[in-house]
């Protein structure tokens, strides 16, 4: 489901050679000047190429708060080498009593009884993606108790090389080992690595939060998503004869979809605005977040009924986009035979399962909304 890792850097080093791999960004560290049709077009046109996408934790999140809350120092190590491969983040921030209820996080950091000038954590993450590949965590840790759990959380930036680190791979639904478990054995910090200011990391991460949720440009990869899937039904029977694309169930299912990602387009396009003026996604990232993973989960349903008998063989070691597909026996009379496309709708599907609880349940998402947006 995630493009190969190395495929993945390989495509980021080459848009940085052409000061592509950061649109987001502000000019002066290394983003484009572009407008936001121009933004759509690169998105489209990359999605349209089968193009890797990039690992969203470096470029699309923590170099927006790195932007906004780092010291100069900071904004100078991390934000070139972000930009180049060279450093690459996952995030550390759900633990195992704490998901969804992310200020219950209990992870441990206690000034050194030296100097004062580290860290000492101690605990564990959950559900870390791509913890074996990154060089660099950042996290969130608990730095003092208070009444309210918001409160005594520092924002954290964790050489991933620091003795007392370990990682265990954690097999998904779908067959991959993306997401880890991390454990932390009296990992030494340095203060100079705190992003903001200590017991003052819920700030940051609310901030961060927003370019998770939304920031990005979704709507281009679920629009080829659904022409794909129209593509591939138009060459399917139905249920009743005739094409699966004309039946009229399938149909009306795939033109709300299509419906659908055209308000998320309209959306994001705000959002985009907003930032590229200065500003941030704000409440609208819950917005941003509810649509686009429920559309991404009706779409990989709809996938997985376009895709026919072949969509329903399990192959965890197939990878989207790219990959081993096991060979197929002929497949029934009427029914095209089991391209790779088909063979990775299953894993497509199960991985979005997810969609709706990372980054904030979209119930929790509803919950910010009917507060931050309806004044509930």
Not at 109 to 124: E, F, N
Not at 240 to 255: I, N, T, V, Y
């Amino acid at each position: 489901v995630y493009a190969d890792h190395e495929a993945s850097m390989e495509w980021q080093r080459i848009l940085h050679e052409r000061g592509w791999a950061a649109p987001a960004w502000p000019v002066e560290y290394g983003g484009c000047d572009w407008s936001l049709t121009q933004h759509y077009i690169f998105s489209r046109e990359s999605q349209l190429a089968g193009a890797p996408s990039l690992s969203p934790m470096g470029i699309r999140m923590v170099a927006h708060a790195i932007i906004k809350f780092g010291t100069d120092t900071q904004k100078e190590f991390f934000l070139p080498r972000i930009l180049t491969g060279e450093v690459f983040f996952c995030q550390g921030y759900s633990e195992p009593e704490a998901g969804s209820d992310l200020a219950a996080l209990s992870m441990a950091a206690v000034l050194d009884d030296g100097a004062g000038d580290h860290l000492i954590c101690t605990g564990s993450k959950i559900w870390t993606t791509h913890a074996g590949e990154a060089n660099w965590m950042f996290g969130l840790v608990r730095t003092a108790r208070t009444a309210k759990k918001q409160q005594g959380i520092t924002f954290v930036l964790i050489d991933m090389a620091s003795p007392g680190i370990q990682i265990r791979p954690l097999v998904m639904t779908s067959g991959e080992k993306i997401q880890n478990e991390v454990f932390f054995d009296e990992v030494l910090v340095p203060k100079s690595n705190v992003l903001g200011q200590i017991d003052d990391g819920w700030t940051v991460a609310k901030y961060l939060l927003e370019f998770e949720r939304g920031g990005g440009a979704a709507s281009p990869a679920l629009q080829v998503m659904a022409e794909e899937i129209a593509t591939v039904a138009a060459d399917q029977p139905g249920p009743a004869g005739g094409r699966l694309l004309d039946d009229p169930a399938f149909a009306r299912k795939l033109a709300d979809a299509r419906i659908r990602t055209e308000v998320l387009e309209i959306l994001e396009y705000r959002v985009l605005a907003a930032i590229a003026g200065g500003g941030h996604p704000g409440a609208a990232s819950s917005m941003l977040k509810v649509l686009a993973t429920e559309l991404s989960q009706a779409l990989t349903e709809l996938a997985m009924e376009a895709a026919g008998p072949r969509g329903r063989v399990y192959q965890p070691h197939a990878t989207w986009p790219g990959g081993p597909v096991s060979e197929f026996e002929p497949p029934p009379d009427g029914y095209v035979s089991g391209e790779p496309w088909q063979a990775v709708a299953p894993l497509r599907y199960f991985n979005d399962r997810a969609g709706s609880i990372y980054a904030g349940s979209n119930e929790i998402q509803r919950n910010i909304l009917a507060k931050a947006a309806l004044g509930l």
